[in-house]
């Protein structure tokens, strides 16, 4: 009579001890995001964040937001990198939560791979815990789940959602622009982490180019280029509330500048930017080189160059360009509010770039 060997998880493909290791080895980095107001450790079933904290304030608002970081996980894979794609959730979630003027408060993370690596695992966290420093806020939990026989060995993906808090006499927004207002664009660090399957498209499939290769006009190989994480400009942004009055924010993600800036003008008046006010950094030029993408669809596509836009009165713009310089953020005037007369959209891009 035969011997038969009973089902397992582990024999299905997920392992709890390697889970366990990832969890040892990423709470040192989790550790160091730690506000005040966080209870407990990381392990529980729930985060805990005291909101007794929030009493100081008149009437809070709570603003939340989620997000991923798109294909360009597929770039890190690839390349064998894992420690740099935290900055660019953290970044996807927590400058959405600044936009209305919220200061971030804390964060989740969710996790799925093909099969639990603890090392890995616990360098995608790093990542994020670094990027919620850069932010301000803490990390207070999150989720890794193992999919095998969903996703390859090597596969994962991420996503995160955030909470942030901010007075309700104090939220910024459309309702605050006025006629005559300043666009103030702030710089991107690259291609942040939206347009990347057009970008993979181009430079890796069609092209043909190696993430290994050294690409003379980015100065450095295009691997690097790809994975250069997005920057986190909350800090920035609340930095602006407190030195300066400032009527709204606008995070450029998907959809480009134009799409994005238009979801803060309101209705009756238009914003202009001009596009000779800055030049775009040398890896959007070769996109649209190598893949004869036209402007138009590079703009829909990417950010070009300038990854949060916040709109400020035309008097407060010296104070504002003076903030950002001594945060080293470069920054500058892109642009104008005004009445919206004939014109269509809410936002529009003119000129040719410097």
Known sequence: MSETTGASYAAAGVDIEAG????????????????PEVLGGLGGFAGLFDASALKRYERPLLASATDGVGTKVDVARRLGVYDTIGHDLVAMVMDDIVVCGAEPLFMTDYICVGKVHPERVAAIVK????????????????????????????????????????EADRLLGADRIRTGDAVIAMASSGLHSNGYSLVRHVLLDRAGLALEA???????????ELLEPTKIYSLDCLALTRTTEVHAFSHITGGGLAANLARVVPDGLHATVDRSTWTPGPIFDLVGRTGDVERLEL????????????????????????????????????????ERGDKETGAELVGDYA
């Open 20 to 35: 366990d290791r990832a969890v040892e080895l990423m709470k040192e980095w989790v550790k160091k995001t730690q506000r």
């Open 127 to 166: 990542g994020i815990a670094e990027g919620c420093v850069l932010a301000g806020c803490a990390l207070v939990g999150g989720e890794t789940a193992e999919h095998p026989g969903l996703l390859g060995e090597d596969d994962f993906d991420v996503a995160g959602a955030g909470t942030g808090v901010v």
């Open 214 to 224: 050294e690409i003379a006009e980015l100065g450095r190989t295009l691997g690097e």
């Open 299 to 338: 703009e829909k596509t990417l950010n070009m160059g300038v990854g949060m836009i916040a709109v400020v009165p035309e008097g407060s713009t010296e104070a504002a360009l003076a903030t950002l310089a001594d945060r080293g953020v470069d920054a500058w005037v892109a642009g104008e509010i005004t």
